[in-house]
């Protein structure tokens, strides 16, 4: 082959590798998408220098193939060094195997010389790039959690059939030896297979960026429904709050009469208005004020849920009256931290116990949730899940739209274990 043709196939090559790294987890770029095509040409004229000065020794070569995919995925994803090396030898390994189960097909099934003509060989190279695409395909399909999520499995066998299509009009080139017959049209036929290829990967990416959008667009619902859950939470426990402060005010006046009764020793007038009493209890009063009606109605609930839990709960705040985050917000960020925490405690066999520090500091909303745990915790990369299993669509999206509304206001989280106790810290800037 030509320089130019090889080229290309290093390009197909790269554009593969992007494709398949993306299979892991999201990518995250550093730059813009659009910045992949300038790393997919510079990774494919690192891989061609590579080639043509190391040909000789093939062992070397796929050596320095690896650091370059490495070092490239690392300054172009940000991915870890680990990741970024195992991807990278995958990757690999599934060029190689690519090639292999392209010279069986072609010397076995289809009895097709593959050490012929240069012509021949070439169409080869291209035969091997569509089974590496096919591969590609399955193994994205296998592994890759965006797709496993927003994209069907009949997208994906109508994705299979472009690269089939391209295996299958390659194979008919090299069986009837048109590339042969008619050297003259080679570099016509050779550059509408290439072409054929390239839509293939477009079409891939193309996908590639409606699952990431069906993802977000699933987040962004999730979101919605988690706050709009929250909301509707908290408008329950005011009308709660409320019905409870009335059935306080309403005992108040039960034990004046009750007193009075007791006074002029109407003992079976006392016993019948007892009997008319409901049991309720004085549970209703408020045990933390924090000058902020959203914030008082979700601690104060969140408190006699944790004594329900058996749990101390130790709190530290001052006046919250300066939160200007929207209430929505607000109820999600307390109300998931503390569900948390009491899911925690009740789990826990030994010592149960909840410190919450709620406080406004030079013009930071911070939030401090501590809670002890019985040491199950599940990761999703950096970050840690609740271990609940009623619910597989909405796991884990408490913690990340927590996470989401302090990115928002450009504030600071960590969530972190510490011996026996979670630690769940969110600071959040004043100033917007």
């Not at 195992?86 to 690519?98: D, E, K, M």
């Not at 108040?252 to 009764?261: A, D, P």
């Not at 004020?289 to 004594?307: F, G, Q, R």
């Not at 609740?386 to 989401?404: A, D, F, M, W």
């Amino acid at each position: 082959m030509n320089v130019l043709q090889s080229y290309l196939i290093i390009l197909i090559e790269m554009s593969c590798f992007l494709i398949f790294s993306s299979s892991f987890y999201k990518p995250e770029f550093r730059f813009k998408k659009w910045t992949r095509v300038v790393y997919v040409f510079i990774m494919a004229t690192l891989v061609l220098i590579v080639s043509d000065v190391f040909g000789q020794s093939p062992i070397l070569k796929q050596i320095l193939n690896i650091v370059i995919l490495v070092t490239v995925s690392m300054i172009m994803e940000k991915k870890k060094f680990e990741r970024a090396v195992i991807v990278s030898v995958l990757f690999i390994f599934l060029l190689l195997a690519a090639d292999i189960i392209t010279i069986l097909i072609d010397s076995n099934v289809f009895k097709i010389d593959t050490n012929g003509s240069y012509s021949i060989n070439v169409f080869v190279i291209l035969l091997s790039k569509s089974v590496l695409l096919l591969l590609i395909l399955i193994f994205k399909k296998c592994m890759s959690r965006r797709w496993l999520e927003s994209v069907e499995t009949t997208d994906v066998f109508f994705l299979m059939i472009f690269p089939i299509i391209s295996i299958a009009c390659i194979l008919f080139t090299l069986k009837i030896e048109i590339a042969v017959k008619f050297q003259n049209e080679m570099q016509f036929v050779w550059i509408v297979m290439v072409s054929l290829i390239a839509m293939n990967i477009l079409v891939i990416f193309f996908m590639d960026d409606l699952a990431e959008k069906a993802k977000l667009k699933r987040e962004k619902l999730m979101f919605e429904m988690d706050v709009k859950k929250q909301q509707e939470m908290y408008e329950s426990l005011e009308e709660n709050v409320k019905q409870q402060r009335s059935i306080s005010h309403e005992y108040r006046n039960n034990l004046l009469y009750i007193g009075g009764l007791l006074q002029k020793k109407e003992y079976d007038e006392l016993s019948d208005y007892l009997k008319k009493l409901s049991d309720g209890n004085m549970a209703g009063e408020d045990v933390i004020d924090t000058n902020n009606s959203v914030v008082n109605i979700i601690l104060n609930t969140k408190y006699y849920e944790a004594k329900r839990a058996g749990a101390s709960f130790i709190c530290k705040i001052n006046d919250l009256a300066g939160i200007t985050m929207m209430e929505g917000e607000l109820i999600l960020v307390l109300s998931n931290l503390l569900n948390n925490a009491i899911e925690a405690v009740e789990k826990c066999n030994g010592r149960k116990m909840i410190k919450l520090k709620t406080v406004i500091e030079d013009e930071k909303f911070i939030v401090s949730v501590k809670n002890t745990f019985d040491g199950n915790l599940r990761k999703d990369g950096e970050r840690f899940l609740s271990t609940k299993r009623e619910n597989n669509e909405l796991h884990g999206i408490g913690i990340k739209n927590v996470i989401k509304v302090v990115e928002k206001y450009d504030g600071f989280y960590l969530f972190e274990p510490e011996g026996d106790e979670f630690s769940a810290i969110v600071i959040i800037p004043m100033d917007f």
